[in-house]
């Protein structure tokens, strides 16, 4: 009697082990950039120096969105946008690792979109000048042509290899998400490109 009563006691307890410790179950993730804008560098871009500013485009001031949906989700998302000088961080952990308000709705099987406000957190590229005081990159970042060519997706001319339609909307649009900073104003040159492409930074296009 007394070992089926442990029996039935550890049972309980194993299976209340694995309901808590049951993993997240999501239809869908992703990111992607709302607004922004683009500014020109003075000059003339040379084939010679490419890592040069001169005659290069930048792009910034967009924000940026993080998005989980969960299996079988409650009719509306929670929007998440933080506050003062913080980041979507805020909402991801607590310090000791415990879950935050990210995990808790999403096990609630809420849709989550955790924002980050332009020029923070992972939409830190700006268009206005920092004077040097970005750490991890200068502002503004006009490196259009030099990530193009970086990434050996085009020739001197500025095409493509065979990859995508050699077109100039392309090469734009191409220029856009290489640093990852799409603007829903460039939509019209995204539809130049190959749909599970523009599904990656425009979920709802």
């Not at 307890?13 to 950039?33: D, H, N, Y």
């Not at 000059?43 to 005659?55: A, I, K, Q, R, V």
């Not at 998005?67 to 506050?83: D, E």
Request: net charge neutral; proline share 7%.
């Amino acid at each position: 009697m007394i070992k089926k009563s442990l029996c039935v006691a550890l049972s309980g307890l194993i299976l209340s082990a694995a309901a808590v410790a049951a993993p997240l179950e999501l239809e869908t993730q992703g990111s992607f950039a709302i607004g922004g804008s683009v500014v020109q560098k003075p000059g003339t871009f040379s084939e010679d120096h490419f890592l040069s500013p001169e005659g290069q485009k930048a792009y910034g001031d967009h924000a940026y969105v993080f998005y989980q949906i969960p299996v079988n989700p409650n009719k509306y998302p929670i929007v998440f946008q933080h506050g003062g000088d913080q980041t979507k961080r805020t909402w991801e952990s607590t310090p000791d690792g415990r879950d935050g308000f990210q995990n808790i709705l999403l096990k609630k099987h809420y849709s989550v979109y955790l924002i980050d406000q332009p020029r923070m957190g992972e939409a830190g590229l700006s268009t206005v000048e920092d004077n040097g005081n970005n750490t991890w990159s200068g502002n503004p970042l006009y490196q259009d042509q030099t990530f193009f060519r970086l990434s050996r997706v085009g020739d001197k001319k500025g095409v493509f290899k065979n990859s995508l339609p050699n077109t100039p909307e392309a090469v734009e649009a191409s220029s856009v998400l290489g640093i990852r900073i799409p603007s829903l104003t460039t939509t019209s040159t995204l539809k130049v490109l190959p749909n599970s492409l523009t599904r990656s930074v425009l979920p709802f296009s």
